[in-house]
């Protein structure tokens, strides 16, 4: 187990270093630099000054390192955008919105996605079965503002129960939760149900209903842990649509959160916030790998014994 | 074959034991799949839609014919109103349709074109090559594909042809993953090993005997990239650095209608409706080919 652990924590920081370099390359790649903007032209030597002062005219593989040697101290720079706090300071703040809003998503949407594809694996072919599937498609294939304008659209401009956007009171959070709730029960909602199908029809479920357990033991005690290894894995896969789909709500409903800054920074060529936040993703999501990984092989004895991942 | 059969026999064969081609049973089993042959016709009305887009609309995408009535509601002349620069919105909606498929078929095309010959080379060759290629493919399962192709998208500062690329490069790493599945389990069958102990070179099997014999997770591969891609550009074009106005694309129509929305709702609504509609058809459609063709995997 522990020679397990020690291979997949060193191939994730490999993969982490390498995606670390692509990130850093294609940064460097975006045609225009932090001074280029027309409303402000400065005079040749101020903007060499700055250059200089930044570190942006060293070579590339420099910068890179020196960047590197600030992150692990977790000094990211200071942002273009404002100039006034650090990127670590900036980020501190912003990740409560991302944070109070996702993480309300993921309580409210799992546990409903769970119980909704339980009670479709449980009553197959009936109504229920067919919500849950219909509702788990929705969430799957239709992009995060598409559901939120059609949020927006109905409990703010047509019906005027909530506030379209904002953030502050906890009235402005309602919409924004609901929207992020539905990537995960979605997510849930097919997974749960896969999962407990997949089991129910597994031989040792006809023995134990042969043996007379009733159905309820069966279930309970017995269906319900061997499908809890599969879901497990699945929470990877929605983690990525939650940090990812964060961008748009955000955007949606006028959120000052990670996502909001994360496209700011896009548009005004901010790299080194950029730069920190693909590198806090992709370590998150890393994490998150490795984790899932070794959970999983916690779990699932037989990943333990042959070393092959899934 | 059953001819000959019949006759070296003697015997009669009635006729519904006639042999029928696996895609016959795959088509059949996708027939009695209520929702995904639903989505499959409104698929192919969308898609006729787009190609006769000037027969069905009476003025261009792009045409300013009715700046006196801007933003007007949706009425009988103009069924979904009219936008605020003037443009008949339903001809915008129908020529964006033009836009999402066409993005959608040609960045599916690409992942087909990277993903096949690569899929197939690492399940045949395994190895080195498939090392190499897992670790590639595992570089692009950490970065989560929007993400990624926010960056792209904003080195190559949008265009239809850099979104169906970027959509490509994160769309041939499922077609890969299938392709390679297939062509890994079938490597060691016995018509293989034959056809290797006749002397039959490793394009030869790959081409004539692999590939052929991975057909339905292409085709799956193929479909299931579509709404992908389309979901792609969509959400670049909703955050403005996708495909540039004044090409109508839903994404960014959404965005413009987000500054509307309390006064003409219509401006917001419809190109919302058109893009789940469309996304949804071709999940839906991918889905229940996968179920027609791996009857296996239903329900997952």
Redesign the interface.
């Known amino acids: 187990m522990t020679g397990f652990i020690i291979r997949r924590t060193l191939s994730m920081l490999v993969t982490f270093i390498v995606v670390s370099i692509v990130i850093f390359l294609m940064m460097h790649s975006i045609p225009g630099g932090p001074f280029d903007g027309n409303e402000m032209p400065l005079p040749d030597n101020i903007r060499d000054r700055l250059m200089a002062q930044l570190g942006l005219d060293q070579p590339l593989y420099v910068q890179y390192l020196r960047y590197m040697w600030g992150a692990l101290h977790f000094d990211f720079g200071v942002p273009y955008q404002s100039p006034g706090e650090t990127v670590m300071g900036l980020v501190a703040h912003a990740w409560v919105p991302s944070l109070v809003l996702g993480g309300s998503g993921i309580i409210i949407g799992a546990p409903i996605g769970i119980l909704l594809g339980m009670a479709a694996a449980l009553n197959r072919n009936s109504w229920i079965d067919y919500v849950a599937s219909a509702l788990a498609t929705l969430g799957l294939t239709i992009p995060v503002f598409v559901t939120s304008t059609l949020l927006i659209l109905v409990f703010a401009v047509w019906l005027h129960w909530l506030p379209a956007s904002g953030w502050g009171e906890p009235k402005r959070w309602i919409l924004p939760i609901l929207a992020y709730a539905a990537v995960p029960l979605a997510t849930y909602a097919r997974y749960a149900r896969s999962a407990m199908l997949d089991t129910l029809n597994k031989p040792f479920v006809t023995v134990l209903r042969a043996k007379g357990l009733s159905e309820r033991r069966i279930i309970f005690q017995h269906v319900l842990r061997n499908s809890a290894i599969p879901m497990v894995t699945v929470f990877l896969p929605m983690f990525v649509g939650i940090a990812t789909g964060s961008i748009f709500v955000e955007a949606m409903f006028r959120v000052p959160g990670l996502g909001a800054y994360f496209v700011s920074s896009i548009e005004k060529r901010d790299y080194p916030l950029e730069m920190a936040l693909m590198l806090l993703i992709s370590m998150l999501f890393c994490i998150s790998y490795l984790l899932s990984d070794i959970l999983y092989a916690l779990l699932n004895p037989r990943i333990r014994v042959d070393g092959s991942r899934r | 074959m059953t001819e000959l059969a019949t006759q070296a026999t003697g015997l009669a064969r009635p006729d519904q034991t006639r042999q029928h081609s696996p895609l016959y049973f795959a088509w059949r089993r996708f027939a009695d799949n209520k929702a995904a042959l639903g989505a499959g016709v409104v698929l192919v009305v969308l898609i006729l839609m787009a190609i006769f887009a000037p027969l069905i609309t009476g003025t261009g995408g792009n045409e300013q014919a009715f700046l006196t009535q801007s933003l007007a509601f949706p009425s009988g002349e103009h069924w979904f109103g009219v936008d605020d620069l003037g443009r008949d919105f339903f001809a915008r909606i129908v020529y964006g349709a033009r836009v999402s498929l066409g993005i959608g078929l040609s960045a599916a095309l690409f992942s087909l074109v990277i993903g096949l010959p690569v899929g197939a080379l690492a399940g045949y060759l395994g190895g080195r090559f498939d090392w190499v290629t897992m ?1 590639v493919i ?2 692009f ?7 990624a192709a ?3 998208a ?2 190559t ?1 949008g265009g239809l042809w850099a979104i169906v690329l970027i959509a490509a490069l994160f769309g041939w790493v499922n077609v890969c993953l299938l392709v390679r599945a297939q062509v890994k389990s079938f490597r060691e069958k016995e018509f293989i090993m034959a056809a290797q102990a006749l002397g039959a070179s490793p394009w030869h099997v790959i081409w004539r005997h692999l590939i052929p014999n991975s057909v339905s997770p292409i085709i799956v591969g193929f479909v299931l990239a579509i ?1 992908l891609a389309m ?1 792609l550009e ?2 670049l074009s ?2 403005g ?1 996708g495909v540039q106005p004044p090409t109508p694309s839903w ?1 960014q129509m ?1 965005n413009i ?2 500054n509307f ?2 006064f003409y ?1 219509h401006m ?2 419809f190109p ?1 409706l058109a ?2 509609l469309t ?2 058809s071709a ?2 459609l991918g ?1 229940g080919l996968r179920d027609a063709f791996d009857p296996t995997l239903k ?2």
């Open positions: 670790r595992e570089l399962s950490v970065v989560p594909p929007l993400l926010l960056l792209l904003s080195v500062r709404p979901m969509a959400s909703f955050l650095i994404g959404i209608g987000m929305i309390f709702w917001a609504v919302t893009l789940a996304i949804l999940s839906l889905d329900g997952r």
